[in-house]
């Protein structure tokens, strides 16, 4: 029997899927359930639902879903991930009476201005305008992007595909790396760049420039996901001081790409409100980022000071485009 007062949220990454239920009289408190499944294990996203759904023996009445991809007419072709997701369809097999599909940052965005400041690491406090904008950038196997704007009464959540944009080198090395990834791509763009599988991306060009230590190497060759490993060592290095090394100024030049292209966001949405750095990544390079230069990046140009009053914090909470996701769905609910 549907259940009217539950709703299944979801977000739908190119690795993984995190599925939520929450109880409408209890949105605030955390899910009833929730598990995170990776993508491989499953030949399409419905298989996940049946799994999640008949663990936990309920049928809610609702279901909204963040997706890596850009949702037209409630139909999504994921951008990592060869899978397509209809919100018909799902309604029809899952008995849903409404299911909602939303780009996955989208989400985040919905679920990053929810965020109790346990869940934020703040790298630039700044000066915050009021019902302002409000941007997210988050670097995850892919580079997403989504921004909230002030109604008058509510921020209204709005899709971007931004991470698909070409890449604007900045520097003598960058054009280099630029010059290095036009070999390979007929567009290069910033995900291409600044992302999980764009971290290869950024080693193979370093290996130009420096030596790759043997370790690494035989690491790297063994690896099916070669991101991790570079993190791995660079975090090695940044313990031991090993200032050269090739995995960690490999970071070193994604960070620097993360700063401007965080800036780029925050003047193309006017995102006075705030940024926020959310996706897999962020968390993950934390330890790496230098304010200071970090800031030096970000507040360049004709807008120094506009960008400088821009708050920029990093979302350390994984679950943030589940949250969102429910509260869109629950924001959708109540219009019904």
Known sequence: MTDNALLLAGDIGGTKTTLALYRQAQRQAPPLAQHTFQNCQATDFYQLIEQFLQQNRVTPAFGCFGIAGPVIHNQAEMTNLDWTISAEHLQQQFHFEHAFLINDLVATTMGAVLLPKADLEILNTGNPVSSSSVAVLAPGTGLGQGFLTHDGTQLVPHPSEGGHISFAPRGARQIQLLTHMQQKYAHVSVEHVCSGSGLPNLLDFMQTHMPMPPQLISE??????????????????????????????????????????????????????????????????????????????????VYQELLQDIPIKIILNPQTATLGAAAYGFQKIATL
């Not at 001081?241 to 292209?261: E, K």
């Not at 003047?267 to 030096?296: C, D, H, S, W, Y």
């Open 220 to 301: 790297l060759a063994s690896a099916i996901d070669k991101t991790p490993v570079i993190i791995s060592a660079a975090l090695n290095a940044l313990h031991n001081n090993q200032t050269n090394h090739i995995a960690l100024q490999t970071i070193q030049l994604f960070i620097d790409i993360l700063a401007d292209q965080a800036a780029n966001l925050a003047l193309t949405t006017m995102a006075l409100g705030g940024i926020f750095l959310g996706g897999g990544l962020a968390p993950r390079v934390k330890p790496f980022i230098n304010q200071e230069r970090f800031m030096a990046l970000f507040t360049r140009g």
